[in-house]
Each structure stands twice: as structure tokens, then as C-alpha cells.
Nanobody
Framework: QVQLVESGGGLVQDGGSLKLSCVAS????????MGWFRQAPGKEREFVAA???????YYADSLKGRFTTSRDNAKNTVYLQMNSLKPEDTAVYYC????????????????WGQGTQVTVSS
């Protein structure tokens, strides 16, 4: 069993920045892929970013250049730095852990956090 706890969400103005954190416990964190997804009201959960066990990173095409993910295996923590935020980035952001390589797919991930709300005001 793996427990994931996200933090760092909140209210930010258009153009602002936020850094999300996700702390994992329960298994060997460093061996797994960590993913970030988001879900806006009335929409499906969508892929944001992923970082492999070897720290290779993958991003949704629409978010490249604004979002950056990183991990600190010593702290069992993965981060999502979000810059130049826009109102359309408003969503609940989730981290997840998985062992496969189909990074953009929700089915690649077995365990999920509870999510953290990000709201970008115009």
C-alpha cells in the first residue's frame, strides 16, 4: 500500500506561480514513476506531467515550458512547479504512483492522492 499526500494548492492570480508537493509513504518511492494529473469540474482527469524512477520527465504538450516536475527521493517527495498560471489551469491536481511506462494514461497509476485545489483568478 502507498499513501500519497499533496499540498501547495491555493488561490493565485493570473500569471502567478505555485509549487505543489506530493509526499509518498509505504513503499520504495525511488523505484516508481510519479505522475501529475488534474481534473476541472465537468471534465475528465487529464495528464499534466510525469517523472520516471530515473528522473526522465514527460509533459502534456500544452503545458511544456510552464510546468516542471522534479523529485527528491531522499524525502519521498515529488514536486510540480507551475508558472505563468492561467484561469484554465484551475482544477484539482492529483499525484499518482505507477510502475508502467504509459505515462499519460490514468491506467498506468495504481495509487492516487486525495488532490489539492488550484484556483487561478483572472
Amino acid at each position: 500500500q502507498v499513501q500519497l499526500v499533496e499540498s501547495g494548492g491555493g488561490l493565485v492570480q493570473d500569471g502567478g506561480s505555485l509549487k505543489l508537493s506530493c509526499v509518498a509513504s509505504g513503499r520504495t518511492f525511488s523505484s516508481y514513476t510519479m505522475g501529475w494529473f488534474r481534473q476541472a469540474p465537468g471534465k475528465e482527469r487529464e495528464f499534466v506531467a510525469a517523472i520516471s524512477w530515473s528522473s526522465n520527465t514527460y509533459y502534456a504538450d500544452s503545458l511544456k515550458g510552464r510546468f516542471t516536475t522534479s523529485r527528491d527521493n531522499a524525502k519521498n517527495t515529488v514536486y510540480l512547479q507551475m508558472n505563468s498560471l492561467k484561469p484554465e489551469d484551475t482544477a484539482v491536481y492529483y499525484c499518482a504512483v505507477g510502475a508502467g511506462t504509459d505515462y499519460p494514461s490514468v491506467w498506468n497509476y495504481r495509487y492516487w492522492g486525495q488532490g489539492t485545489q488550484v484556483t487561478v483568478s483572472s
